[in-house]
Each structure stands twice: as C-alpha cells, then as structure tokens.
C-alpha cells in the first residue's frame, strides 16, 4: 500500500471514465471562410471539431502491458497523450492509483507527473543534439530535483547498462548512436525518476524489425526489473503481439474491442479487428495482398458515422429491422448497397446488376421496391435513367448515382441499429478468463 495515497496494488494503477479529447480545428485558409451577407459580420470561420478521443473507459493493471492499437489517425497518440495531461480532456476521469488527476494540484501533481513517463517514436528528433548522453538521462532529475551531482551521474550510468549501452558513453552526443541505441538512451531517460507508468508511443516503429525485438526484449526486462505499467501503442499488430497482456483496438476514436492477447488474436469478435488481423502480413507496403480486407476511406473524425464507427465500413452491417430479409437476400443487397457507393462497377443493363447481385432474385416486398427504384437509376436501360442514348452527359449520370447511394444508404444503412445505437457488450472470453468487450451489436 502507498502511504500518502492510500492506493492499494491490487487496485487499477490507471483507470480512464469517459475520456474526451476533441480538438478545435481551423479548416484552410479561404477554404474555411463562410460568406453571408445576411449576416453581421458577413464572413465567418468555417471551425469544425475534430472528435480524435471519444469516451474511453479502460482500466490497466499494475505491471501489465496494454496494447493499444488501430490505424494512423485513430487518436491512440491524443489518448496517451490526455493520459498524461499533456493535453487538457474534453471529458472524463483520468484516475492514477485511484486519484482524479484533475484534483491534483502542487506536490501531488509534480510527483504524479514523474511518476508518468512518455517515449516516443522518434528517437532522432526526442533527444536534443546538442546535449550529451548523461546530459539527457539526468535531464528528469534535475527537473524533479532528485538527487545531486554525482548521484544523478553514477544513476546515470547505471542506466545506461540496464539498457544495454556502455557507461563509458555517458559523454558522447546522440548522433553517434544508431536508432535502436537512441531509443535505449530514451528509455534510460525516462526511468531516471523511476516512474510506474511508461506511454510508449510507437517506440519502435521507426527502427528495423531486426532491431524491433532487441528493444522490445529489453523494455520487457525493465518491465520486470523496475516494475513497470506500460501503454504500448503500435500499429503493428506483430510489435503489439509481442508485448502485449492485454490489446486494446481504437477506431476513429473509439475503443471498439478489448480482451487479453491470446484472447484478441484467436477469438477476435469485433469486424474492424478481424479486418486488422486479416490484413497482417504485408511485409512490403506497396504489395496489395490483403490490405483490400479493409475497404473504403476512414471517414473523418470531424464528421464520425453515428453509432458504431466503423459501419461505413463494415462487412457485416446489421440489417434494418424495418424489412423482412433472408440472410442471402441482405448480404446480397448490403453487397449493392456498398458496391453502387464505391461505383465499383460499370454501368449495365438492370437485368445485369439483378443477375450479378442477386443472382437474378432480387429481393421483394417494400426493401425489393426500393432496391429496384436504385437499380433503376444506375442502369444503362432504367427509366429514368436515359442511359447510353444521346444526350446523356457524365453530370446526370454521376447525379443518378448519387442518387441511387442516398437511397440505399437512407433507406437501409442508416436504418440499422449499427447507425442508431452505440455499441458496448461484454462478452464470454475462450481463452483464459480475462474480460472481453465488443463494441459490436452482432453481440445483443
Ligand atoms: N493538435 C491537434 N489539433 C487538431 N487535430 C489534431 C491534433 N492532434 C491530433 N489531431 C487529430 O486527431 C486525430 C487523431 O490523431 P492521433 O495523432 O491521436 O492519431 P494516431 O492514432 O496516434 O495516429 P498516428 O499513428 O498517425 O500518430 C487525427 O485526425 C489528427 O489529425
């Protein structure tokens, strides 16, 4: 038990209720500029709210590994990030050994400060050229006025072996080590002030996989040896695998599944984790492979899609209970619906599109009227179409399709309960007993 806090170990070291981060943002310079005459003053600025954290509630235990994972953009830096109070939350509790770092003012605050450590991907840019080695590990130190001269020195240097570097570099400047080395020294530097808890953003993305390991192995002694919490974002699900306890999964900001690792990789349960895993070995970027796993754009977190975000994208969108489906009959009609969004096919005849989708069954009753009214309007013989005769320019054909995905979309994505209601289920984990959320409605 910690004297002064009362927190007990057997308690969340870190617990986050609702946490928020929007940002303000500016859109360009003239782009952003709105003209009204009828309004005083008759130019506004276009500022639209960029929602990169969306009501976060995790827990993360004393010495285990979060994983924190999901694309570029998805707000796993902003979270680590408010997680520190590096950024002010829009919303929410932060609570580290059970106190709301929102109250904390003072000492409290400085010794909760030093008490969290952040690492970053780029060890190039994070470590001053112009500093020595001892310099930068004793740089906390002295901010946190511990120690004196000679303690931080020979404290110093007994890092610098803990990560496997040589003590007799404690002189040298950061260009004369190579990446891997650098990240070490950053590792050495933020358990100066021997912190409970490490954000490790990205540590080793920027290093060669060969290199990758050998780092991680060592982050995984300190863990042991300093007792050490770590939130480990990547998004690389082999970096996160080989950390990892537990795995979080962010999507435009939102959690949207969270489980003990044997758990998340064997048993995923939400689709956006199944497209990640399934879109793993992509050893050369510019191979497709399997990235088509994912389709679609991310949609921006300025605009997110209501309720479970990750819909737009989804393959396995919840039909709308308003129509009566067949199984085969939705996904044949979901697989339209995406297909006529995306243009994904050249425009044909509707006997076509309805052999092509639907195996020349289109489905019936007030759903099959609306499917047809859609198939109307993309095909090159529908009525309203005018398709393929003359007269017909790129513009109205392009305003058919347009019109053909607001249709669809209004009439039966947005009438999902995926679009309708925030997901959040608890669910029976397979492996081990650990606890495994879902924010999928395939699990009410
Ligand atoms: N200071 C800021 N002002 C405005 N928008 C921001 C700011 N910082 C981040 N964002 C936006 O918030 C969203 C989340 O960004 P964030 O950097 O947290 O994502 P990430 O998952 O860490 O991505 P990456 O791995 O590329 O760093 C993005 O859309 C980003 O553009």
Known sequence: MDEESGYESDEALLELEGVTKYFAQESGLLAGLQFDPSQFPPISVDRSTVK??????????????????????????????????LLEPTDGDIYFKGENLADLGGEALRQTRSDMQMIFQDPQSSLDPRMKVGQIIEEPMRAHDMLDDEGREARAKELLEKVGLDPRHYNRYPHAFSGGQRQRINLARALSVDPDFVVCDEPVSALDVSIQAQVLNTMDRLQDEFGLTYLFIAHDLSVIRHISDRVAVMYLGHIVELAEKEELFENPQHPYTRALLESIPVPDPRENGARGVLEGEVPSPANPPSGCRFRTRCPRLIAPDEYDWTDEKWAQTRAFMR?????????????????????????????GAIVSDAIELVATDGERSGGG??????????????????????????????????????????YGDGEHVAACHLHR
């Open 52 to 85: 990169a954290v969306d009501d976060v509630s995790l827990e993360i235990q004393p010495g285990e590994t979060l994983g924190l994972v999901g694309e570029s953009g998805c707000g796993k830096s902003t979270l680590g990030r408010t997680i520190l109070r």
């Open 389 to 430: 005769e003359a007269g017909d320019d790129g513009d109205d054909q392009s305003d058919r399709w347009t019109a053909a995905t607001d249709l669809l979309l209004e009439s039966f994505a947005e009438r999902s309960i995926c679009a309708r209601e925030k997901p959040a289920y608890e669910l029976e984990a397979e």
């Open 339 to 367: 297909a006529v969004k995306r243009r994904a096919f050249e425009p044909m005849p509707a006997a076509r599109v309805e052999a092509e989708f639907f195996d020349g069954n289109p489905p019936r009753g007030e759903a």
